[in-house]
C-alpha cells in the first residue's frame, strides 16, 4: 500500500507565499507522474501542476508565472512553491501520483489534501 500525504498548508495574505509537500511511503519501486491539483468550494476539482520522473513539468494557465512544482525522487517527494497569492487560490490541495509497486503494478493515488485560505 502508498500513503501520500500533503503539508504546508495554511492561512496566509494575498501577495504571501506558501510551500506545499507530498511525501509519498509504503511499498514504492518508483513513481511516474506526480501533479498537484486543488478544489475550490462548490467547485470541481483542477489541476494545478504536473511533474514527469523525467522532469517535464506542466502548468494550470491560472498559476504560470506564480506557482513552481518540484520533486525530489530519492526521497519520494513533491514540492509546489506558491508565490503571489491570490484569494483564487483557495482551495484544498491535492497530492496525486502514478506509483510502481514493489511487486510492480502501476496505481494511481492521492492524498487527503492540505488547505490552503487566501486573505484579501
Known amino acids: 500500500q502508498v500513503q501520500l500525504v500533503e503539508s504546508g498548508g495554511g492561512l496566509v495574505q494575498a501577495g504571501g507565499s506558501l510551500r506545499l509537500s507530498c511525501a509519498a511511503s509504503g511499498s514504492i519501486f518508483s513513481i511516474n507522474a506526480m501533479g498537484w491539483y486543488r478544489q475550490a468550494p462548490g467547485k470541481q476539482r483542477e489541476l494545478v501542476a504536473t511533474?514527469?520522473?523525467?522532469?517535464?513539468?506542466n502548468y494550470a494557465d491560472s498559476v504560470k508565472g506564480r506557482f513552481t512544482i518540484s520533486r525530489d525522487n530519492a526521497k519520494h517527494t513533491l514540492y509546489l512553491q506558491m508565490n503571489s497569492l491570490k484569494p483564487e487560490d483557495t482551495a484544498v490541495y491535492y497530492c496525486?501520483?502514478?506509483?510502481?509497486?514493489?511487486?510492480?503494478?502501476?496505481?494511481?493515488?492521492w492524498g487527503k489534501g492540505t488547505l490552503v485560505t487566501v486573505s484579501s
Open positions: 496525486n501520483a502514478d506509483v510502481w509497486s514493489s511487486r510492480l503494478t502501476l496505481m494511481n493515488y
Open positions: 511533474s514527469t520522473s523525467g522532469g517535464s513539468t
